[in-house]
C-alpha cells in the first residue's frame, strides 16, 4: 500500500481532468472542478497535468502514509497538517513513510486537491481515471474514498529530492519557493463570475435580464458536483416556450421554470432542455468551484472576444508556471 484512509471526511473522490471525447454518447465528463488547482499540483509533483490527484471537499479525510513520497496540496485551504504539524500549500513537500496527513478548519474555498509524484496506480475507465459518482465508474472502485482504502502510488521514490533536501520546515522537507496561485484562483473575497450570453438570453424578459446581473445569487444547499442550485430574483421567459434538448458544457446557467438558475458543472449531463441565459467563462469555473453553500456571487457579462483572451492569457500563464518549475526543480529529478 502507499496511501491508506483512516477516516473518510466528507467527500474525497480521485479526479483527473476528464473523461473528455465521449459526451455524444451519453458519457458524463466528470473531472476536477477546480481544474486549475488539479494542474498546478501536478506540475509542482512534476506530473502531467492531467494525471489523477485527490479532490478533497470541505471537511477532509486523515490519511496514512505508507510508502515515502513528494506530494503538493493545492486549491482551497482545508488546514492541511503532517503529523499535527501545519504545512504549506502550493509548494511541493517530501512526506516520509508513516506520517499521517489531516486536514482541519475550511479556511478558504472549499475543495483542495492533493497530488502524488508519479500519481496513484488506478485502472483508466475511458481513457479517464475520474470518478463519476452516479455512474458509479473510474477512480477507486467508481465511489468516494472511505475508512480503510488503499491506494498505491503508481511509482516509488528513491530518497528526497535534491531541491528539497536543504529546507526543512514544521517537521517536512519542502522548496523554498511556492506558487502565486491568486493569478489562477482567486480565493480571497472575490464575488464577481464573468459570463458571456447563453443561446436563449434573448428568451427572457428585459426585467430579468437586467436583474440577473444587478442582483446577488446565493448558492443553495442543494448543489452538487453535477451543478450548482443558485436563490435569488425569479428570472422568467418573455413567453412560455418548448425547448428541445441541446448540448450543454461545464459553466451553463439553466433556469427552470421556478426561475432559479443552475450552474451546470463537472458531473453535469450531457444534454438540457431548460433555456440558458447565460454561460460561465472557462477562466471563472473555478472560482464557483471554490464557492460554499451560503455564499453569493454576482454575474458579470463579457463578450466571447475577452472571454478567448482572457482564457488565452490564463493558459500562458500557466506555460510559464510551468517552465518555472521545471527550472527550480530541475525536473523533480
Same mark, same amino acid.
Given at each position: 500500500m502507499s496511501l491508506r484512509v483512516i477516516k473518510q471526511g466528507l467527500l474525497t473522490t480521485v479526479q483527473?481532468?476528464?473523461?473528455?471525447?465521449?459526451?455524444?454518447?451519453?458519457?458524463?465528463?466528470?473531472g476536477a472542478m477546480d481544474f486549475y488547482s488539479l494542474r498546478i499540483a501536478n506540475l509542482l509533483v512534476g506530473n502531467d497535468e492531467n494525471e489523477a490527484g485527490l479532490e478533497i471537499t470541505l471537511m477532509g479525510p486523515l490519511l496514512q502514509v505508507e510508502k515515502d513520497c513528494v506530494l503538493a496540496i493545492t486549491g482551497g485551504d482545508l488546514s492541511p497538517t503532517v503529523n499535527d504539524e501545519a504545512i504549506p500549500m502550493w509548494k511541493p513537500i517530501f512526506v516520509e513513510k508513516g506520517s499521517t496527513i489531516k486536514f482541519g478548519q475550511c479556511k478558504r474555498g472549499c475543495r483542495a486537491y492533493l497530488t502524488v509524484k508519479g500519481g496513484f496506480k488506478l485502472e483508466q475507465v475511458l481513457e479517464s481515471k475520474s470518478t463519476y459518482l452516479r455512474g458509479e465508474i473510474g477512480g477507486f472502485k467508481g465511489r468516494a474514498l472511505k475508512e480503510g482504502d488503499e491506494l498505491h502510488f503508481a511509482h516509488g521514490l528513491n530518497g528526497i529530492p535534491s531541491f528539497l533536501a536543504q529546507n526543512i520546515v514544521e517537521g517536512v522537507v519542502t522548496s523554498q519557493w511556492s506558487v502565486h496561485y491568486e493569478k489562477f484562483v482567486s480565493l480571497a473575497n472575490n464575488d464577481s463570475i464573468r459570463v458571456v450570453h447563453g443561446s436563449q438570453f434573448d428568451f427572457f424578459s428585459p426585467k430579468s435580464q437586467q436583474e440577473? *446581473?444587478?442582483? $446577488?445569487?446565493?448558492?443553495?444547499t442543494q448543489s452538487d458536483r453535477m451543478g450548482y442550485r443558485m436563490e435569488g430574483p425569479s428570472l422568467q421567459l418573455k413567453e412560455e416556450k418548448e425547448l428541445l434538448s441541446e448540448a450543454v458544457s461545464q459553466g451553463s446557467i439553466q433556469v =427552470? =421554470? +421556478?426561475?432559479? $438558475?443552475?450552474?451546470?458543472?463537472? +458531473?453535469?449531463? *450531457? *444534454?438540457?432542455?431548460y433555456p440558458k441565459i447565460a454561460q460561465v467563462i472557462t477562466t471563472d469555473l473555478p472560482l464557483i468551484a471554490q464557492k460554499k453553500p451560503g455564499e453569493s456571487v454576482t454575474f458579470t457579462y463579457v463578450s466571447?472576444?475577452?472571454a478567448e483572451e482572457l482564457y488565452l492569457e490564463k493558459e500562458q500563464e500557466l506555460y510559464k508556471l510551468k517552465m518555472g518549475i521545471l527550472l527550480a526543480s530541475k525536473k523533480l529529478e
Open positions: 483527473d481532468l476528464g473523461r473528455r471525447g465521449f459526451q455524444k454518447y451519453g458519457v458524463i465528463v466528470s440577473f *446581473t444587478e442582483n $446577488p445569487f446565493k448558492v443553495s =427552470p =421554470p +421556478d426561475g432559479n $438558475p443552475i450552474i451546470l458543472l463537472a +458531473d453535469r449531463q *450531457t *444534454t438540457g432542455g466571447l472576444k475577452e
